[in-house]
């Protein structure tokens, strides 16, 4: 015992040596390295709106007098293969940092102050601004060039557990306990957020609710304004349509439309000027809201021109037809997607390159929304189906199929959509060279609320009557033609989480049924009458339901019908594949 006692305190003497040395200079130094100064150093750049998930290691350096950067590591997952930096002018040894990191996903940019005191003292606290949304985020000082994989932090797990209760009260109390147990972790915006929204049905007087929001937005404080302005925009979001606390919100979104400085981006202000018009109404101030509503108008046109003169971000070129004189097959493309998700934006902006590329006689596109990750107004019941259709092969959105088959899954922001545009091209135009498995008559006609669709389908004798196939087992199955229907609205503007203001060819209802019709036979015809009046409140009474559950982030978009069409297309059953399909417009017909 002696002996081992003498052992150990000659180690922890020689342990405490080392671990002086460690503390007396900076993370990544040689005990012969000048101590850097200010933000001079390696960093991991950490992301906080979710856990602590590490986006990039970057080293900042004093170079003739200036601060520059470089980019050892990225997660790839979220900023591409590889990422440039370009740093803001600063003094080295400046408390305040700003850097722009650009890569195959496009920009995006840190802003940050290095905390002197505090927990936090020594990291660079600040906002991340990525994908057009303000993060928290920091810099932590380093000695490792990689960065650390991403995981789903316990707290992310925790409001899961809380927001999920059914019982307002017992959900709001869960949510009040986790803010206390976790207070100052910027990832709380996730429970703030869900309790504002179950105040009402808890029963949260407004000064209640007052104080939470004077709670949430000084806990923002140390990340900095924009963090703070985003949190009140989360804040008025989640009260916004709630008439008990319609005049806090009112006050609220005026401090907010106020104190925006000149740095506030467009979309911002838009954002601020809408909801102020909203809560408005709702408190029944109809001055303030009138010229709320007029400012937002105008600022919402603003957006809407931008967004045509920059989506997409590639050149399209009409196709110059196929190279088989005889071939005469039309490609269906099926894209699952949601105005909640991100990674959608490349999918569904290079399936907006496709219909500016190919007639209707060459490529037909329909656009399913899903509550993936979020709740979608442009979501119904029959796109649910329809995903329920495919089973496993829709994982997640963005989802698309190609004539039937899943091909060229995934997705990624804008910098990927020329990638992906590309991608579905060449899948394009190799199905167009074949032939068509079935022929359509189809016609659309509407008067009034009424729209009269017939559509007549007949198998082609190549694809004959039913054959023998195989099925996923590879047992013998009879094929399974069907013909079926989908109602499509050529363009409908929302703008949810992924920030696309134009959703093109999205499925508004299979008339008949999302079944179809078999038509094994060989040959046989559908006919529907399909109320507009009756199916407009079926989607309302669809999203009310859902709202429910998981309330809309965004005021609902009006369910108007504009520039209809029908899409008739068979497809067998047995191995999904289609056959034939074809798009016309309604035409408004004379009553």
Known sequence: MRIASRVVSKVVPTFLVGLAAVIAWSPGTRGDDP??????????????????????????????????????????QVLGNDAEIAVDPAKPDSDAVAFTLKGQGGSSRFEGRLAKDGPAAGKVLGTFAFRGEPYPALLERTTSDKVGAMSQSDMVKEYVAAAQGRDPKTKVAKLKESIRKHAGSPTLHLFYGALLEAAEDAGLAAE??????????????????????????????????????????????QKVDKEMGETATLEERAAVVGLLARAATLAGKADIAKEAADRSAKLEAQLDEE??????????????????????????????????????????VAFDGLLTTYKPTEFIGLQYHLHIPGPDPLTNEDSIARQQYYGTEVRGTPSTFFNGHSQAGGGGPMGYSEGKYNEFKEIVENQLEGARGASIKLSADRIGDVV????????????????????????????????????????????????????HHVVRDFPGGVEGKDVSSGSGEVKVKL??????????EYLSKSA??????????????????VVAFVQDDADKKILGAVSVPVKLANP
């Open 531 to 540: 109320n507009l009046a009756d199916l407009k409140r079926e989607i309302e």
């Open 35 to 76: 101590p850097k100064k200010g933000v001079e150093g390696t960093w991991k750049l950490v992301v906080l709106a979710y856990g602590t998930d590490e986006f990039a290691v970057v080293k900042l350096e004093e170079k003739d007098g200036k601060l520059t950067g470089t980019v050892p590591s990225v997660q790839k």
């Open 548 to 565: 429910k559950t998981r309330p809309f982030p965004n005021p609902l978009p009006e369910v108007e019908f504009k520039d209809l069409s």
């Open 307 to 348: 967004y045509h003169k920059k989506v997409p971000p590639f050149k399209t070129q009409p196709f110059q037809g196929r190279k088989d004189g005889k071939a005469d097959r039309v490609v269906l493309m099926e894209l699952f997607t949601g105005a909640q998700c991100p990674p959608c934006v490349a999918a569904d």
């Open 452 to 503: 009269n669709i017939a559509a007549e389908a007949t198998l082609s004798k190549k694809s004959g009557a039913p054959a023998e196939k195989k099925d996923q087992d590879g047992d013998a199955a009879k094929s399974k033609p069907r013909l079926r229907l989908a109602l499509t609205e050529e363009a409908i503007r929302y703008v949810g989480g992924n920030k696309l203001r134009y959703h």
């Open 208 to 253: 209640d609710v007052k104080q939470v929001v004077a709670d949430w937005s000084r806990e923002a404080e140390p990340y900095g304004a924009a963090w703070v302005n985003s949190v009140r925009q989360k804040a008025l979001k989640a009260i916004g349509a709630h008439k008990p606390y319609a005049s806090l919100a009112v006050e609220l979104a």
